[in-house]
């Protein structure tokens, strides 16, 4: 039974990357079990072979690859069902995944280096930090591959009030119905520095605030202070410029 299951698990994994055919039970004609393997070991400093490992050694390897993905994603099936990716792009967002992210997640500290790859021009930890919260839905400090794609869906494909509504969720940073304008100037905040102090043209200091006020003169609709689910949709809906950014995520993948 114990082998039974692992069996399965290492099926599962390899039909995430397309290194296993599905209909046949076989390996991919375009890289061999063999191959998938080296690749994946090679991902982790801890353990670079020195000499390349043999056929022999596939039982071996299997259970080094068990041991040291600590968590494994649902099936291909499923997840095709659970969001708006095709078979095909699951398998490209996973093997991009599993390059960055071994171990099968990734903890916040992890998320901020990558992240920070991107904007080497500023400081983007604080912006990653509120993006790796809205991602962790389960709050237990670790992003599985579900947790990014189910978000990555919803970003990319979702419809516009489901995009709205993960962006409230973003700023909305203690989770309490509403948002308040220190909670969106913390936002603020974060997005200009991750966009670096050498930008053009030149942001000044009291952008952030001075943005949070426009925002707040749109969306505050009662003046109660706050911004709440139904105010926020309504406003993002009315505003021209947040629709057109809204839809230039279409199709990135």
């Known amino acids: 039974m114990k082998a039974k299951n692992r069996d399965q698990s290492l099926s599962d994994s390899r039909e995430l990357d397309g290194s296993y055919d599905q209909l046949t039970g076989n390996p991919s004609t375009s890289q061999s079990k063999k191959t998938i393997k080296q690749r994946f070991l090679k991902l ?54 599993k390059n ?5 997640v990734v903890n916040e500290e992890n998320f901020k280096n990558i992240y920070s790859q991107f904007f080497p021009q500023g400081d983007s930890s604080m912006y990653a930090h509120f993006l790796f919260e809205a991602f962790d839905t389960n709050k237990n400090g670790s992003v599985s591959f579900e947790d990014f794609v189910f978000g990555l869906s919803i970003i990319l494909r979702g419809t516009i009030n489901d995009r709205l509504n993960w962006a409230f969720n973003l700023y909305d940073l203690n989770k309490d119905g509403c948002i308040t304008k220190e909670e969106m100037l913390d936002i603020m905040k974060s997005i200009y520095d991750m966009m670096g102090k050498y930008t053009y043209p ?7 605030r001075e943005h949070v006020e426009s925002f707040f003169q749109k969306m505050d609709r009662n003046k109660d202070g706050v911004v709440t689910i139904d105010e926020f949709i309504e406003s993002c809906k009315k505003d021209e410029n947040i629709m057109q950014s809204m839809q230039l995520f279409d199709n990135v993948i």
């Not at 960055?100 to 099968?104: A, D, H, I, L």
């Not at 030149?202 to 952030?208: H, K, L, R, Y």
């Open 44 to 97: 982790l400093p801890c353990c670079k072979p020195s000499t390349t490992p043999s056929i022999s050694q596939s039982n071996v390897e299997d259970d080094f690859e068990l041991s040291t993905v600590c968590h494994r994603p649902e099936s291909m099936d499923k997840l095709q069902e659970q969001t708006k990716f095709t078979k095909k792009e699951l398998q490209v967002l996973y093997r991009g995944f």
């Open 100 to 104: 960055e992210c071994p171990s099968g």
């Open 202 to 208: 030149t942001m000044q200091d009291d952008a952030p």
